[in-house]
């Protein structure tokens, strides 16, 4: 069964960095694709950014700027370095992984991330 496990959040100033990290286990999973999405109080969760087992990347457009997504496949690991961190971007950060060899998606426990103004 294939888990994912999410670190990194924390508190930070605005205009202030973090990276967070996403690893999964369990098994081997071919033409991954990982994912963050995020979620703040009250609100909808959305997409942020993508990173395939090809390292072709996308982003929500109004955070290419500030974030960039990575991954390195022997680990098993994704990262989001996020800079210019704003109040607005306070929310739960959740990892998802989907694959063809998969018959779902699979979401981590998600992080949360606090941006103080």
């Known amino acids: 069964q294939v888990q994912l496990v999410e670190s990194g959040g924390g508190l930070v100033q605005a205009g202030g960095s973090l990276r967070l990290s996403c690893t999964y286990s369990g098994a081997t999973v071919g033409a991954a694709t990982m994912a963050w999405y995020r979620q703040a109080p009250g609100k909808q969760r959305e997409f942020v950014a993508h990173?395939?087992?090809?390292?072709?990347?996308d982003y929500a457009d109004s955070m290419e700027e500030r974030f960039t997504v990575s991954r390195h496949n022997g680990l098993n690991t994704m990262w989001l370095d996020m800079n210019s961190l704003k109040p607005e971007d306070t929310a739960v950060y959740y990892c998802?992984?989907?694959?063809?060899?998969?018959?779902?998606?699979?979401w981590g426990q998600g992080t949360q991330v606090t941006v103080s103004s």
């Open positions: 990173v395939t087992s090809g390292g072709t990347t």
């Open positions: 998802r992984l989907t694959s063809p060899w998969l018959s779902r998606a699979v």
